[in-house]
């Protein structure tokens, strides 16, 4: 178009048809595309991660070893004991005198028993029953065995092994034994200990191992 004709165009209010619209494309989106899932075959599985069993394997390797070396204290402790340890023979309560199975060992260290105990203390003459001392070592109490002889023997057995406990131990019963061998013999529940003669610091040691030591079931 001429010039001529532009002007003739403006005065009659036509737009300028020379003028070419130059359309501004839309602005690019900055968020960012998501990412097609991938496709998975129709009947196929999606394998899940599977956690890893180290954290199993550290804890149940954590409670063997607490229960190995519980187990190991315990055993190394019963060695450190004074005394030879016996099968224990169980705690039935039987009448005084009831027949029963022999006991595992002369003088007996567990067992059946009388529901009563042998009272606490000395004896010179007659020892009280077995099923009776029996309960009392069951009751944490501990038997100083002496062989019988003459009243002046035991009279002599009694003061040396009451000279050894002295008053720090209550519940121990000092008792004579036919054919009794060695001369003392020391028991509590599944222990003994046997001396030749009075010895003071080992016949205190077993004492105190064992003194107030209660057996019952289901005690500590």
Do not use: C
């Amino acid at each position: 178009m001429g010039k001529k004709q532009r002007r003739k165009a403006a005065r009659a209010g036509q737009p300028d048809q020379s003028v070419e619209r130059v359309e501004t494309p839309p602005a690019a989106s900055t968020e960012p595309k998501a990412s097609a899932a991938p496709k998975r075959r129709p009947g196929t599985r999606v394998r899940r991660k599977r956690s890893s069993p180290l954290p199993w394997i550290i804890g149940i390797g954590g409670i063997a070893l607490l229960v190995g070396i519980t187990i190991a204290t315990n055993v190394i402790r019963e060695a450190n004991l004074p005394g030879e340890r016996f099968r224990s023979q169980g705690n039935v309560h039987v009448a005084l005198g009831t027949q029963t199975p022999p006991y595992n060992t002369d003088p007996p260290t567990s067992g059946w028993h009388t529901p009563g105990l042998a009272g606490w203390g000395a004896y010179v003459d007659a020892a009280p029953h077995d099923q009776e001392l029996v309960h009392n070592m069951e009751d944490g109490g501990v038997i100083l065995w002496y062989a019988a002889g003459t009243p002046e023997e035991n009279q002599e057995h009694v003061t040396a092994l009451q000279k050894v406990l002295g008053s720090r131990w209550p519940r121990t019963v000092i008792v004579p034994r036919e054919g009794l061998e060695p001369t003392y013999v020391l028991t509590a529940w599944t222990r003994m200990q046997r001396f030749e003669e009075i010895d003071p610091d080992g016949m205190r040691e077993f004492v105190a191992a064992y003194h107030g030591l209660d057996h019952h079931p289901g005690a500590r």
